[in-house]
């Protein structure tokens, strides 16, 4: 079983994340990580998320048992995964949109030493109008 962190966690996407991992019999949820400011920090990222107790609080910081953190947030929680991942050695799905030229930067030389995915829009029709603008180019 891979475990995984979600940055963004108390966000939609976060939320479906952590339902989905949960639910796949293949990943294990071990953090649920957004703002450290964040109104909710300490509430169960299942029970956030809808599907009950998984037993992982809502932290504002990474535990450091992720196998691979996928990062649905936002720029400055973006900046911070990376950090993150760069600095352990954790695999990296990136998910962001708008980011900084500068963290966009420091993504490329994380790129260098960890496994990154990166696409500013996971939605499948924005993909697949991307590639045919570039078709067509």
Request: hydrophobic content about 45%.
């Given at each position: ?32 990580v ?26 504002g ?76 180019g």
């Amino acid at each position: 079983m891979l475990k995984l962190a979600i940055s963004g966690a108390a966000g939609r996407m976060g939320a479906r994340l952590i339902d989905l991992g949960s639910s796949s019999g293949q990943f294990q949820i071990v953090d649920a990580v957004d703002n450290a400011s964040h109104p909710k920090l300490g509430v169960d990222a299942g029970v956030m998320s809808g599907i009950g107790e998984i037993g992982v609080p809502l932290a504002g910081s990474y535990g450091g048992e992720a196998e691979a953190v996928i990062d649905f947030s936002v720029p400055a929680g973006a900046a911070l995964a990376i950090k993150h991942c760069h600095e352990t050695k954790t695999p990296l799905v990136m998910a962001t949109t708008g980011l900084e030229e500068g963290t966009k930067a420091e993504l490329e030389a994380a790129s260098k030493d960890i496994p990154i995915v990166f696409a500013p829009s996971m939605s499948l029709a924005v993909n697949l109008t991307m590639k045919m603008v570039e078709l067509a180019g």
